[in-house]
C-alpha cells in the first residue's frame, strides 16, 4: 500500500511534499503534547494522596501537658505524634522528629548515654537534635512547640528541616521572662 | 484454498474440538510425525530452524539465558497464585501472608517458590551478564541487545525491590524506608521523586499499594514486552556469538544442526534440572518472615536487601551524593557505552578477550581484592577528611576528595596496566570491568557478612 503513494508523491515534489512536511510536523507536535499530558496525568493521578487527619495524628496539635509537669533536662516520647519533646537544662522546649536524617530510621532516645542513638548505622545526636556523630547530615527535624495558657502544645503538621541547632528552635515558657523582668 | 481434506463428521467429538483451536494442514494428527511437526512449527516460532553446532556448548552459555526465562516463568506462576490470598493493606498484609503459610494448603511452598525464584533470578541474570561481558558477545551486531539485557536486569532488581515490601515486616518495611531514604540526596529532584514513590512523606499506606501496582502490572508488563524483544535480537544476529579460541578466525561457523531436538532438549533438561533444584531448596528453605512492621522501632542493624548492600557499604564511605547518584550513574552511563566504544580488536566469542586478557583481568582481580579491604578498613579507623578539613562542606570532604582519590588510582591501574602489558583497549577495558566487579562484590560481602550492631565493622562467627 505505502508504495503507490511514494510514487505519486515523486511525482509531484514541489508543494505536496511541503505540505506533507508541514502536517508531518503537525501530527508530531501534536504526538508530543500528547505524551506530555499523559505523563501530567500520570503524574497528578499518583500524586501524594491526602490522608485524612484523625485526632492525635499528622497535622494536627498535640498537648503536651502543663509546663511544670514536665522536668527538666528530659525528653519524652509522643507516639502518636511521632516526636519527641525535648526540655533542656535552661527550661526551653523542642519538639524534635524521630525520623533519622541520615535515611529515615526511628531515633530511640538512650537516657543512659543522653543521646540518641541510631540503630541503623549509628549516627548520634545531643538532647537538642544536634549531630554528634554521622553518617547523619543534619540535626534531627523540629515541630513548632508553643505555650498557651501554661499548657506546651506541638504543632504537628509541619516538619521543619534544619541544618544544624540554632537558639531560635527553642521556645521558652512565659515565666522565665517573667522572672526576669519581675 | 481448500484445506479441508478431513470430512468433519468421521472425527471424534475431541478431534472435532481439537480442529476448530488448529485448523489447516496439519490435520489431522494422528502419528508421532505429526505431532512432532506441529510442536516443531510452534516452537520454531522462536527459533531458527538449524543453529551453528558450536553455540550448543554448555560451556558458552552455561544455560544461563535460559535459566532466567525458566525462573521469570516460575514467578509468574507462583505471583498469580499469591496474588488470590495476599491483601495489599498495611492492616491486613501481614496477615495474609501468615495465614496463607498457616491454613492455605502449599501457601507456604509457593511462597517459598517465589521468594527464592526472584533472589535466584537476580543471581542468574547477573552471571549470564558476566557470560556475556566475558565472552565479549556485546560486540556488533549485538550491541542493542546488550542495551535491553541491561534494561531488563533494572526490571528485574525493581521487582524484587517492590516484592521486599510486600509482606510488610520489619525487614520489609525497614529495607524499604532506607532504600527510598536514599532518594533523598539527589539533587533537585530527589525528595518529589521520594514523595511520588512513596506516595506520602512516609512509608506507608499508600507506599504499598505503589509497590503492589508495580510489581504486579507494570514491571510484570515490562518483562513480557522486553523478553521476547531480547529473542528476537538473539535470533536477528544470526544466533548466538560462536565461541572461539584466541587463534581461530571469527569468520568460521562450523556446522549448522537441526534445533529440534539439539537444542530444545539441551534447554530443557536445563529446565527440569532448575526446576527440581528450587523446588527443593524450597522444600528445605523458608523465606524469611520477621514480626509485623513497628514504624516506631527500627531493627539494629537495618540493612538493605542484599542486593544494594554494595550501595548502602558505599554510603558508610562516600557523600551520599557520590555513594548514590554519581558513582552509579557514571557506572550506567559506562555499562550502555560498553557496545559503542571505538575497540581495536575483535574479540567477540573469545573468552576473556584474549590469552593476555585472561592474565591482565586476574591481575586487577587481586589487585582490587587488597586494596578493597584496606580501603574499607583505612578508612573506618585512620580517614575522617571530614575532621581533618573543618569548615569543608561534607559533600568536598567525604564526597570528592575520597571520590577523586579513588579514581585517580583507577586511571593510575589501567595506565600502569596498559603500558606494561601493552594491551589493546579490549583488554584494559575488561581490566577496568574487573576491578569494578571485584569490588562491588566486596563491598557486598562486608556489607552483608561483616556488619553488625550499629553497622561497625565485625568478624561473622
Ligand atoms: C531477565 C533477564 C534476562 C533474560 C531472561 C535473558 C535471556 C537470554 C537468553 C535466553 C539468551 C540466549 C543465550 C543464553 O542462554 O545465554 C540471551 C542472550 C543474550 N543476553 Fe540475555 N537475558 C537477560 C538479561 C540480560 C542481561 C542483564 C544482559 C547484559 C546486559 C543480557 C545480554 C544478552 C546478550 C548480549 C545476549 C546474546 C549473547 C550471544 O549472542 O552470545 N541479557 N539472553
Ligand atoms: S538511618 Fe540513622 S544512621 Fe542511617
Redesign the interface.
Known amino acids: 500500500m505505502p508504495k503507490p503513494q511514494k510514487q505519486h508523491c515523486n511525482d509531484h515534489p514541489g508543494e505536496g511534499s511541503s505540505r506533507r512536511s508541514f502536517l508531518n510536523k503537525l501530527w508530531i507536535g501534536l504526538g508530543i503534547v500528547a505524551v506530555i499530558e499523559f505523563i501530567g496525568i500520570v ?1 497528578a493521578f ?4 491526602k ?1 485524612k487527619a484523625k485526632a492525635g495524628d499528622f497535622g494536627t496539635i498535640i498537648e503536651a501537658g502543663p509546663v511544670e509537669k514536665i522536668p527538666l533536662d528530659s525528653v519524652t516520647a509522643f ?1 502518636r505524634g ?1 516526636f519527641y519533646l525535648a526540655r533542656l537544662e535552661d527550661g526551653g522546649f523542642l519538639a524534635l522528629s ?1 525520623k533519622c536524617t ?7 532516645w538512650v537516657s543512659g548515654e543522653k543521646k540518641f ?6 549516627s548520634a545526636f545531643d538532647i537538642r537534635g544536634e549531630v554528634i556523630s ?2 547523619a ?1 543534619r540535626a534531627l527535624d523540629i515541630y513548632h512547640v508553643f505555650i498557651e495558657n501554661n499548657i506546651v502544645k506541638v504543632e504537628t503538621g509541619r ?1 521543619i528541616k534544619r541544618t544544624e541547632f540554632r537558639a531560635e528552635h527553642v521556645t521558652y515558657p512565659k515565666k522565665r521572662i517573667d522572672r526576669i523582668t519581675g | 484454498m481448500p484445506q479441508h481434506e478431513v470430512i468433519p463428521e468421521k472425527l471424534t467429538l475431541f478431534q472435532r474440538i481439537g480442529h476448530s483451536i488448529f485448523p489447516g494442514k496439519l490435520r489431522p494428527v494422528i502419528d508421532r510425525q505429526g505431532y512432532r511437526r506441529f510442536f516443531n512449527t510452534l516452537i520454531l516460532h522462536f527459533r531458527p530452524r538449524r543453529v551453528p553446532e558450536r553455540t550448543l556448548r554448555f560451556t558458552l552459555t552455561w544455560g544461563l539465558g535460559g535459566m532466567s526465562v525458566v525462573l521469570v516463568s516460575m514467578l509468574f506462576g507462583t505471583g498469580v497464585l499469591l496474588k488470590f490470598v495476599y491483601e495489599p493493606l498495611p492492616g491486613k498484609a501481614y496477615e495474609s501472608i501468615l495465614y496463607l503459610q498457616r491454613h492455605v494448603l502449599f501457601g507456604q511452598l509457593i511462597r517459598n517458590i517465589h521468594h527464592w525464584s526472584g533472589n535466584g533470578l537476580i543471581i542468574v541474570a547477573f552471571l549470564h551478564f558476566l557470560r556475556v561481558f566475558f565472552t565479549n558477545a556485546f560486540h556488533s551486531p549485538r550491541q542493542f541487545n546488550w542495551i535491553i539485557g541491561l534494561g531488563l536486569f533494572f526490571v528485574v532488581l525493581c521487582s524484587n525491590l517492590t516484592g521486599y515490601l510486600m509482606p510488610r515486616d520489619q525487614l520489609a518495611f525497614w529495607a524499604v524506608t532506607i532504600c527510598t531514604g536514599m532518594l533523598e540526596y539527589v539533587p533537585a529532584a530527589g525528595p518529589w521523586l521520594q514523595n511520588l514513590l512513596r506516595g506520602g512523606p512516609e512509608v506507608g499506606p499508600a507506599t504499598l499499594s505503589n509497590f503492589y501496582a508495580v510489581h504486579t502490572a507494570l514491571l510484570p508488563a515490562l518483562l513480557i514486552i522486553l523478553m521476547p524483544f531480547h529473542f528476537w535480537r538473539v535470533r536477528k544476529a544470526g544466533g548466538l556469538v560462536i565461541p572461539r579460541t584466541p587463534e581461530e578466525d571469527a569468520e568460521i561457523r562450523g556446522e549448522s544442526v537441526e534445533t529440534m531436538p539439539n537444542l530444545i532438549l539441551r534447554e530443557v533438561v536445563v529446565a527440569l534440572v532448575l526446576f527440581a533444584f528450587i523446588l527443593v531448596f524450597s522444600m528445605l528453605f523458608n523465606a524469611p518472615l520477621e514480626s509485623q512492621a513497628n514504624p516506631g522501632l527500627s531493627p539494629n542493624p537495618t540493612k538493605a536487601p542484599w542486593y544494594f548492600v554494595g550501595i548502602q557499604e558505599m554510603l558508610m564511605h562516600f557523600h551520599p551524593l557520590f555513594a548514590f547518584l554519581i558513582i552509579p550513574v557514571l557506572i550506567i552511563v559506562a555499562l550502555l557505552s560498553l557496545p559503542y566504544i571505538d575497540y581495536q580488536a575483535h574479540t567477540a566469542g573469545v573468552w576473556f578477550t584474549s590469552f593476555k586478557g585472561r592474565r591482565t583481568a586476574l591481575i586487577a582481580a587481586l589487585a582490587a581484592t587488597i586494596a578493597t579491604p584496606l580501603g574499607i578498613l583505612a578508612d573506618e579507623y585512620i580517614i575522617d577528611f571530614a575532621a581533618w578539613m573543618h569548615g569543608v562542606p561534607a559533600s568536598i570532604s567525604n564526597g570528592l576528595i575520597p571520590f577523586a582519590l579513588v579514581l585517580a588510582a583507577i586511571a593510575g591501574f589501567y595506565i600502569m596496566i596498559k603500558r606494561r602489558y601493552s594491551l589493546t583497549n579490549n583488554e584494559a577495558i575488561q581490566a577496568i570491568f574487573v576491578l569494578f566487579l571485584t569490588a562491588f562484590l566486596i563491598l557486598t560481602v562486608t556489607g552483608i557478612w561483616f556488619r553488625g550492631a550499629g553497622m561497625r565493622l565485625m568478624w561473622p562467627l
Open positions: 503524574t499518583l500524586r501524594p494522596r490522608t507516639v511521632r524521630r541520615h535515611l529515615g530510621c526511628t531515633v530511640p542513638i541510631c540503630p541503623c548505622h549509628s554521622p553518617p547530615p516538619r
